[in-house]
């Protein structure tokens, strides 16, 4: 089975500083990773995936990821928040061959002006 | 090309009801999960269906079923209804392919008094 741990539930940051929102996994399989977010009374929407390849990815909004397979890990990464920044955001893992996400507990990064 | 949507938006029921639930994926995609999200768990993964099958199924009991229509619209329903099943219903469609992006409808929110 999968496991998805988001290592800080609430990251209180200031405008235009870096953040980083920790993710790790656990899967005895190779996994799918994804990062989405959450803004209020929204579904989720999609920031970046890693499939394969390159282990940086970069995302929308200005945001990226390093795979780390060694580390099992996912972290999220951008180098300078705004205000609109502010929202909930998830880590996921998938099997390979299937379509379910499972998510971590989540993370709400609040950026202060 | 329009998201995907999911009616009603808010619902409320009283315990020992059953409730049903709507999807419609965005046109041409074949594959619907739903999920349910709470502060306490999170979000748990429910069902996937593709081509009006039941490819994949979480941890949840027999109350939640779902089924999947010929134009790929779905539809979950919960019977006799409990407290515990207060929650924010999240689907997702996408084409069925395994990484590929999951895009998310703004969910019902369900309260069950």
């Known amino acids: 089975a999968q496991s998805v741990t988001q290592l800080d539930s609430q990251v209180p940051v200031f405008e235009e500083a870096p953040v980083e929102l920790r993710c790790n996994y656990s899967?005895?399989?190779?996994?799918?990773l994804f990062w989405y977010v959450q803004y209020p009374n929204q579904g989720l929407q999609l920031l970046l995936k890693?499939?394969?390849?390159?282990?940086l990815v970069k995302g929308i909004n200005g945001f990226e990821a390093e795979f780390n397979k060694s580390q099992t890990s996912f972290h999220l990464r951008k180098p300078s928040v705004h205000i609109s920044d502010t929202a909930e955001y998830f880590c996921?893992?998938?099997?390979?061959?299937?379509?379910?996400?499972?998510f971590g507990q989540g993370t709400r990064l609040t950026i202060n002006p | 090309k329009a998201g995907v949507t999911q009616t009603p938006r808010y619902l409320i029921k009283t315990r020992g009801q059953q409730v049903t639930l709507s999807c419609s994926p965005i046109?041409?995609?074949?594959?619907v999960s739903w999920y349910q999200q709470t502060p306490g768990q999170g979000l748990q993964f429910l069902f996937e269906?593709?081509?009006?099958?039941?490819?994949n199924k979480g941890n949840f009991p027999g109350r939640f079923s779902g089924r999947q229509f010929s134009n790929s619209r779905s539809e979950m329903n919960v019977s006799t209804l409990e407290l515990g099943d207060s929650a924010l219903y999240l689907c997702?469609?996408?084409?069925?392919?395994?990484?590929?992006?999951?895009?998310f409808g703004p969910g019902t929110r369900l309260t069950v008094l």
């Open positions: 996921a893992v998938c099997l390979q061959g299937a379509q379910k996400l499972v």
């Open positions: 899967s005895s399989v190779s996994v799918y």
């Open positions: 890693y499939l394969s390849g390159s282990t």
């Open positions: 046109s041409g995609h074949r594959s």
């Open positions: 269906y593709f081509s009006e099958t039941q490819r």
């Open positions: 997702a469609s996408n084409y069925g392919t395994s990484g590929n992006e999951q895009f």
